[in-house]
């Protein structure tokens, strides 16, 4: 079974920065995209970033300050967040999916969430 583990959420001051790393681990043969989601108190999930092969789309509200990378033989993504308002504040969540080892049968699925709060 595949899990993703998202770690690097905390307090930051506006203006600030943080960077967000998400860790894929079990049976897997390969992972075709992985996404940045937020979701704010009362408010829906969006997307925030995703990479898919490399090529990388971002939201409105984040281009520009936020980049998402992969580091593919770690099978991590990472979400660099820059010159961050308080509007950012939000639970953010891992996404990914692509092909579990030997069954190659498809997964997609979630983490945890780590919460990033950012004061003004």
């Known amino acids: 079974q595949v899990q993703l583990v998202e770690s690097g959420g905390g307090l930051v001051q506006a203006g600030g920065s943080l960077r967000l790393s998400c860790d894929a681990s079990g049976s897997i043969f390969s992972i075709n995209a992985m996404r940045w989601y937020r979701q704010a108190p009362g408010k829906q999930r969006e997307l925030v970033a995703a990479?898919?092969?490399?090529?990388?789309n971002y939201g409105d509200s984040v281009k520009g300050r936020f980049i998402i990378s992969r580091d593919s033989a770690k099978n991590t993504a990472y979400l660099q967040m820059n010159s961050l308002k308080p509007e950012d504040t939000a639970v953010y969540y891992c996404?990914?999916?692509?092909?579990?080892?030997?069954?190659?049968?498809?997964?997609?699925?979630w983490g945890q969430g780590t919460l990033v709060t950012v004061s003004s």
């Open positions: 990479i898919v092969s490399g090529e990388t």
């Open positions: 996404n990914a999916d692509g092909s579990e080892g030997i069954s190659y049968r498809y997964f997609q699925v």
